[in-house]
């Protein structure tokens, strides 16, 4: 184990009364010999239901002055579990954090902290309230976007705005980035020639909705993965593969708790090797995946290949026997249409309302909208190409809709929601 997980661990255990308890109660010696703790698999593994119920026992002793001046950065997760935690940095180590993703915009697509980015945000909330926030606020070089109550005539007014701004680089999540594509298409606006880059984080990415990207902002895109908790924790290289930002996280694929080997799908933890106010460790991110030896990419970087593979761990389609099966099934089939289509599904969302009951959210290219044979063609090829047989028998209703906006909450579209209660 390297200097700096043994270091942050050591340091939780003494200063941070959560671990220190969960190091107590599980009876985990953190002995320390020539700075090296010997086997993580001996730490304990950590929820994100642990951490909401700690009433901020999280935070280290020697923050918890700056915790009540409000010296502290705090940063609150998307919700996209259906539960919102606030994660506080110094914010020496919130720079620290980022310092190896600005390094690899740089050297990679010639982006730095001067260059005119957008952002996007969600709702701001206090003590459960919504904060008013404009669409619109310009901090120094930077473009901040609110992303919340859009509809079709307001998303113009923000794309016009964007134009006029002439970003250099947009980060955003995949949903964000095809309304604003429809948007410019429908409209036959031309977006600015100084957008060099697009950064797409936040919601899993598919072959169809990138190619969309790509040929409506003719820029370099790239993809990124991390989480508000522990900030990135892997980045795309040139060939196409996440690779993980071993600098300021360790990563580890785990089920059942155990280890896997290379190539074998889990559940992905990671620890954060930044963050010493609040210290992440062996955290679950709720999201599945493998990993790969650095080797099996051609681009050169040393570090591990990470692979996501189907969203979150809590997307599970429920069969009334107790039997389930993931949702990437919906994904397969989506992608399998655009592949004989033309891409021409832009958005989708399926929502399980029974167990035997589904609604398919569909989203087509708006100069199909008008043709009915094309809608009929399409439920037509997802029946045929839905080969799951746990679900035989089951009905599908199919929706066609304009535009399938991001969650309200999250301010993230997820693919797949299901209604049964567990």
Same mark, same amino acid.
Not at 109 to 126: A, L, M, S, V, W
Not at 189 to 204: A, D, H, N, Q, V
Not at 253 to 258: S, T
């Given at each position: 184990?390297?200097?700096?997980?043994?270091?942050?661990?050591?340091?939780?255990?003494?200063?941070?009364?959560?671990?220190?308890?969960?190091?107590?109660?599980?009876?985990?010696?953190?002995?320390?010999?020539?700075?090296?703790?010997?086997?993580?698999?001996?730490?304990?593994?950590?929820?994100?239901?642990?951490?909401?119920?700690?009433?901020?026992?999280?935070?280290?002793?020697?923050?918890?002055?700056?915790?009540?001046?409000?010296?502290?950065?705090?940063?609150?997760?998307?919700?996209?579990?259906?539960?919102?935690?606030?994660?506080?940095?110094?914010?020496?180590?919130?720079?620290?954090?980022?310092?190896?993703?600005?390094?690899?915009?740089?050297?990679?697509?010639?982006?730095?902290?001067?260059?005119?980015?957008?952002?996007?945000?969600?709702?701001?909330?206090?003590?459960?309230?919504?904060?008013?926030?404009?669409?619109?606020?310009?901090?120094?070089?930077?473009?901040?976007?609110?992303?919340?109550?859009?509809?079709?005539?307001?998303?113009?007014?923000?794309?016009?705005?964007?134009?006029?701004?002439?970003?250099?680089?947009?980060?955003?999540?995949?949903?964000?980035?095809?309304?604003?594509?429809?948007?410019?298409?429908?409209?036959?606006?031309?977006?600015?020639?100084?957008?060099?880059?697009?950064?797409?984080?936040?919601?899993?990415?598919?072959?169809?909705?990138?190619?969309?990207?790509?040929?409506?902002?003719?820029?370099?895109?790239?993809?990124?993965?991390?989480?508000?908790?522990?900030?990135?924790?892997?980045?795309?290289?040139?060939?196409?593969?996440?690779?993980?930002?071993?600098?300021?996280?360790?990563?580890?694929?785990?089920?059942?708790?155990?280890?896997?080997?290379?190539?074998?799908?889990?559940?992905?933890?990671?620890?954060?090797?930044?963050?010493?106010?609040?210290?992440?460790?062996?955290?679950?991110?709720?999201?599945?995946?493998?990993?790969?030896?650095?080797?099996?990419?051609?681009?050169?970087?040393?570090?591990?290949?990470?692979?996501?593979?189907?969203?979150?761990?809590?997307?599970?389609?429920?069969? *009334?026997?107790?039997? !389930?099966?993931?949702?990437?099934?919906?994904? $397969?089939? +989506? =992608? &399998?249409?655009? %592949? /004989?289509?033309?891409?021409?599904?832009?958005?989708?969302?399926?929502?399980?309302?029974?167990?035997? *009951?589904?609604?398919? !959210?569909?989203?087509?290219?708006?100069?199909? $909208?008008? +043709? =009915? &044979?094309?809608? %009929? /063609?399409?439920?037509?090829?997802?029946?045929?190409?839905?080969?799951?047989?746990?679900?035989?028998?089951?009905?599908?209703?199919?929706?066609?809709?304009?535009?399938?906006?991001?969650?309200?909450?999250?301010?993230?579209?997820?693919?797949?929601?299901?209604?049964?209660?567990?």
């Amino acid at each position: 184990m390297n200097n700096i997980l043994s270091k942050i661990i050591k340091h939780a255990s003494e200063n941070v009364p959560f671990y220190r308890e969960l190091y107590s109660k599980n009876k985990v010696d953190i002995s320390v010999s020539d700075n090296q703790i010997e086997d993580i698999k001996k730490i304990p593994i950590v929820k994100k239901q642990s951490f909401l119920e700690s009433d901020y026992s999280t935070i280290s002793k020697e923050s918890i002055s700056k915790y009540y001046n409000n010296e502290l950065i705090s940063i609150p997760t998307s919700g996209s579990t259906g539960k919102c935690l606030n994660v506080f940095w110094d914010e020496v180590d919130y720079k620290k954090s980022l310092l190896p993703l600005w390094m690899l915009r740089k050297t990679r697509y010639g982006i730095t902290p001067k260059d005119n980015p957008c952002f996007f945000f969600t709702n701001q909330y206090f003590e459960n309230r919504i904060i008013h926030c404009e669409d619109i606020i310009l901090n120094g070089n930077q473009m901040l976007i609110n992303k919340s109550n859009w509809d079709k005539y307001r998303i113009k007014t923000i794309v016009v705005q964007i134009i006029n701004f002439e970003p250099k680089w947009m980060i955003l999540q995949p949903s964000i980035a095809l309304l604003l594509c429809k948007c410019i298409q429908e409209n036959n606006l031309t977006f600015p020639k100084t957008l060099k880059y697009i950064e797409l984080s936040g919601e899993m990415i598919y072959s169809s909705a990138r190619n969309i990207i790509q040929k409506t902002f003719d820029c370099q895109i790239a993809n990124q993965y991390g989480t508000n908790e522990v900030n990135s924790i892997a980045f795309e290289c040139r060939c196409g593969n996440m690779h993980v930002l071993e600098e300021c996280n360790y990563v580890e694929i785990l089920k059942d708790n155990a280890t896997v080997p290379y190539g074998e799908e889990g559940d992905i933890y990671v620890t954060s090797l930044t963050n010493f106010t609040m210290p992440f460790i062996r955290y679950e991110t709720g999201d599945r995946g493998f990993l790969l030896p650095s080797h099996k990419c051609k681009c050169g970087c040393k570090s591990p290949i990470l692979k996501l593979t189907k969203g979150r761990s809590n997307d599970w389609v429920l069969n *009334k026997d107790g039997s !389930k099966v993931h949702s990437y099934i919906f994904v $397969q089939v +989506i =992608e &399998a249409i655009n %592949n /004989l289509m033309d891409n021409i599904i832009r958005q989708f969302q399926v929502v399980q309302e029974d167990y035997d *009951k589904f609604i398919i !959210k569909l989203v087509i290219e708006s100069n199909y $909208q008008t +043709i =009915e &044979a094309d809608k %009929n /063609l399409i439920c037509r090829l997802f029946m045929e190409n839905f080969l799951q047989n746990t679900l035989v028998g089951a009905n599908f209703y199919f929706e066609f809709y304009e535009t399938l906006f991001p969650s309200e909450i999250t301010g993230k579209l997820r693919y797949f929601i299901s209604k049964i209660k567990k």
